[in-house]
């Protein structure tokens, strides 16, 4: 059942990204897609083959499509990750602060790039807005995690609560740095906190992808420990597991990957919160399943939406946030009338 789960996700996010390639300001023939990768991976070359096709294609539509891909899978496998360690369905990176510290810590430096990090820029370049937003991310989630302790254990409502209040405050003071920007800095913190995949080029391509790659194939092999976190840490512990370790590994590869994934599209909700949900409905909750997969699918989600975002309402391209909320809420709705209605059968 669960091979059958994987190739038939796997099968639709090859679909959907040829799909995507295709569709947009310039619509472009499938054969033509698939005669430029082809050639773009020097597999074959095709004389038929329409070389501003190509151009566009190699230019904008695949690292976007490829960014995507990316930034879908650390969020889907973080929310997997987020909710296996705190064992609650609704620890979700975007309610518990993460997503609102990495935003917070973007729209700093985009705001203080050219005068306060100048010379950071110069050395690490490219790759200062996705350290930044991981050090964002990463303060958040410490914080959250202090606040919600009790006796040496978190506690899931005070977390919950202090990830409210994270993003309250974190949201207040984007706000701030937002009033005190000039109108460039303005509009380059809006795409932030809107969601959008258009910035995606080969250079942040390449910055970003060791950021989210090393988490995502990394935590499903923290499933089988997960699985173990259900039945408590104590018994965790007699089974010879250290309960702590597996937190702080588990909450700090995920915190890396949204981090990375914030860095570069922004505030994007629902996937972390909606995809590992549909995910267990589908094929259980084994975490050695439900990681693995919920990466693929929120490949497959975000890969979708950003296509949508691109051709709902032409030549204006929607913010690809709120797409996955439009698409997310009204599933995630039903999901919790479902479950309700079972619980009291």
Do not use: C
Not at 177 to 204: K, P, V, Y
Not at 225 to 249: D, T, Y
Not at 252 to 273: E, Q, R, Y
């Amino acid at each position: 059942m669960k091979k059958v789960i994987y190739i038939s996700l796997t099968a639709a996010l090859i679909i959907s990204v040829i799909v995507s390639m295709s569709v947009g300001a310039m619509d472009i023939p499938i054969k033509q897609v698939i005669w430029s990768v082809l050639d773009i991976l020097g597999i074959y070359h095709s004389d038929q083959l329409d070389d501003q096709y190509k151009g566009v294609l190699s230019i904008v539509r695949i690292p976007r499509v490829l960014m995507g891909i990316l930034v879908g899978a650390a969020l889907g496998i973080s929310g997997a990750a987020i909710q296996g360690v705190f064992r609650n369905p609704l620890a979700e990176s975007g309610l518990i602060g993460i997503s609102a510290g990495a935003s917070l810590m973007s729209a700093l430096v985009i705001m203080l790039e050219t005068t306060l990090f100048a010379g950071m820029s110069l050395m690490v370049g490219y790759y200062l807005l996705p350290v930044s937003a991981f050090i964002g991310a990463a303060v958040a989630s410490i914080l959250v995690y202090n606040i919600s302790k009790t006796n040496g254990k978190p506690n899931i409502a005070t977390m919950l609560l202090a990830g409210i209040a994270i993003n309250a405050l974190a949201g207040a003071l984007t706000g701030l740095i937002s009033f005190m920007a000039d109108d460039q800095q303005l509009r380059n913190i809006t795409f932030w906190m809107l969601g959008s995949l258009a910035g995606a080029t080969q250079e942040t391509l390449l910055v970003v992808a060791p950021f989210i790659l090393i988490p995502v194939f990394i935590l499903p092999f923290q499933g089988k420990m997960l699985n173990a976190f259900v039945l408590g840490e104590s018994q965790a512990e007699q089974l010879g597991m250290r309960p702590s370790v597996i937190k702080r590994r588990v909450v700090l590869l995920a915190t890396l990957a949204v981090g990375a994934a914030v860095s570069v599209s922004g505030i994007i909700g629902f996937v972390g919160l909606l995809v590992p949900h549909l995910i267990r409905l589908i094929g259980g909750v084994d975490n050695r399943y439900v990681l693995p997969a919920s990466a693929i699918m929120g490949a497959l989600v975000l890969t979708v939406a950003d296509m949508l975002s691109r051709i709902l309402v032409p030549p204006i391209e929607l913010p690809i946030g709120v797409i996955t909320a439009l698409l997310g809420t009204p599933v995630f709705i039903y999901i919790l009338i479902k479950d309700k209605k079972k619980l009291h059968q």
